[in-house]
């Protein structure tokens, strides 16, 4: 009886090592490889935040299926977006959405909305931040404020574009504070409106922290406030615009990429692409990967996601508006 029972146990260690190690595929739906439309140029922040998570998701996809990166930055990118919000909705094509997606609609760009995606995760979202040179003299966001309301109109604010979301994020700011500044666009992006700040063309710039993260630490720049409702981890010493104006409400705006599908698949289909990302945005591997591309690591997932766009829209709605009445 002895021998025949220590039989029984050998013969069942491979099958429980192999379960202790195995790792499970929680995408399990998948029978053939899944596209991921990036509507950006290689590169850039979307682009290498979207890689950077398929590529740590890999090992979550049954054997035999990949993730198939595709860069699709025609029309501004509209064109990828109508491309998975048009598709079949099984699963099989995903999509980098951005903070645009929140604008586009209101600017008669695009015909289709966040009501047309499944938003998995969440890859980017940081708040926007005001910044201005060390030496300006300005030692605080009212101080800025201040001469702002000293000088209507007069104070040079730069921006990656009439209409896009630093240019919006001012706006914001204006009918919050009950300012006007001199709206300079830089249609190049983000890095010339930075490029002028240091050269000392304009007096502020709005842009995420972490595009200026090395010169505020070299001393050149310095970043006034957050548009967030609580403090950045990148700079953890620069208050919010709450904080720093004494407001009774928060003043949010971030800019996002979130990795979705098409609306309308499957439960079962969604449930399991949330929880293989889910568990990959949380590995400290993963967050170390996007720290080194100067990207805070966010867990913002499923329901909290399509919440975050959601409220982005009725934001960029109203402010669309409010800029198209002046």
Same mark, same amino acid.
């Given at each position: 009886?002895?021998?025949?029972?220590?039989?029984?146990?050998?013969?069942?260690?491979?099958?429980?090592?192999?379960?202790?190690?195995? +790792?499970? @595929?929680?995408?399990?739906?998948? *029978?053939?490889? =899944?596209? !991921?439309?990036?509507? $950006?140029?290689? &590169?850039? /922040?979307?682009?290498?935040?979207?890689?950077?998570?398929? +590529?740590? @998701?890999?090992?979550?996809?049954? *054997?035999?299926? =990949?993730? !198939?990166?595709?860069? $699709?930055?025609? &029309?501004? /990118?509209?064109?990828?977006?109508?491309?998975?919000?048009?598709?079949?909705?099984?699963?099989?094509?995903?999509?980098?959405?951005?903070?645009?997606?929140?604008?586009?609609?209101?600017?008669?760009?695009?015909?289709?909305?966040?009501?047309?995606?499944?938003?998995?995760?969440?890859?980017?979202?940081?708040?926007?931040?005001?910044?201005?040179?060390?030496?300006?003299?300005?030692?605080?966001?009212?101080?800025?404020?201040?001469?702002?309301?000293?000088?209507?109109?007069?104070?040079?604010?730069?921006?990656?574009?009439?209409?896009?979301?630093?240019?919006?994020?001012?706006?914001?700011?204006?009918?919050?504070?009950?300012?006007?500044?001199?709206?300079?666009?830089?249609?190049?992006?983000?890095?010339?409106?930075?490029?002028?700040?240091?050269?000392?063309?304009?007096?502020?710039?709005?842009?995420?922290?972490?595009?200026?993260?090395?010169?505020?630490?070299?001393?050149?720049?310095?970043?006034?406030?957050?548009?967030?409702?609580?403090?950045?981890?990148?700079?953890?010493?620069?208050?919010?615009?709450?904080?720093?104006?004494?407001?009774?409400?928060?003043?949010?705006?971030?800019?996002?990429?979130?990795?979705?599908?098409?609306?309308?698949?499957?439960?079962?289909?969604?449930?399991?692409?949330?929880?293989?990302?889910?568990?990959?945005?949380?590995?400290?591997?993963?967050?170390?990967?996007?720290?080194?591309?100067?990207?805070?690591?966010?867990?913002?997932?499923?329901?909290?996601?399509?919440?975050?766009?959601?409220?982005?829209?009725?934001?960029?709605?109203?402010?669309?508006?409010?800029?198209?009445?002046?």
């Amino acid at each position: 009886m002895k021998k025949t029972l220590l039989l029984l146990l050998a013969s069942m260690m491979p099958f429980c090592a192999n379960q202790a190690f195995a +790792e499970p @595929s929680t995408i399990g739906y998948a *029978k053939k490889n =899944i596209e !991921v439309v990036i509507p $950006k140029n290689p &590169g850039g /922040g979307t682009d290498t935040s979207a890689r950077t998570l398929i +590529e740590f @998701s890999k090992d979550h996809l049954p *054997k035999g299926v =990949i993730f !198939v990166p595709v860069n $699709k930055p025609a &029309g501004n /990118g509209i064109t990828g977006l109508i491309e998975v919000a048009r598709a079949k909705p099984d699963g099989y094509k995903l999509v980098m959405t951005t903070v645009e997606l929140a604008m586009f609609p209101h600017q008669n760009k695009s015909p289709v909305t966040y009501k047309d995606f499944t938003p998995l995760a969440t890859t980017i979202a940081d708040p926007v931040a005001i910044v201005v040179r060390a030496d300006a003299g300005f030692d605080t966001l009212q101080a800025f404020i201040d001469s702002a309301k000293q000088q209507p109109g007069k104070l040079k604010v730069g921006n990656s574009g009439m209409g896009a979301i630093y240019h919006l994020a001012a706006v914001n700011i204006e009918k919050t504070t009950g300012t006007k500044f001199n709206h300079i666009p830089y249609n190049e992006g983000t890095g010339p409106s930075i490029a002028a700040l240091i050269g000392g063309h304009i007096d502020a710039v709005l842009t995420t922290p972490g595009a200026v993260k090395s010169q505020v630490d070299a001393g050149i720049l310095k970043v006034l406030a957050v548009m967030d409702e609580k403090r950045f981890e990148l700079v953890p010493d620069v208050p919010t615009i709450k904080e720093a104006l004494g407001l009774d409400v928060n003043v949010k705006m971030r800019a996002w990429a979130v990795l979705a599908t098409t609306a309308k698949v499957p439960p079962e289909v969604a449930e399991q692409l949330v929880k293989a990302f889910t568990e990959v945005v949380n590995t400290p591997a993963y967050q170390d990967a996007v720290r080194k591309q100067g990207i805070m690591p966010v867990t913002i997932v499923g329901q909290d996601a399509y919440n975050m766009m959601r409220e982005d829209d009725e934001l960029y709605k109203q402010l669309i508006a409010d800029t198209l009445k002046k």
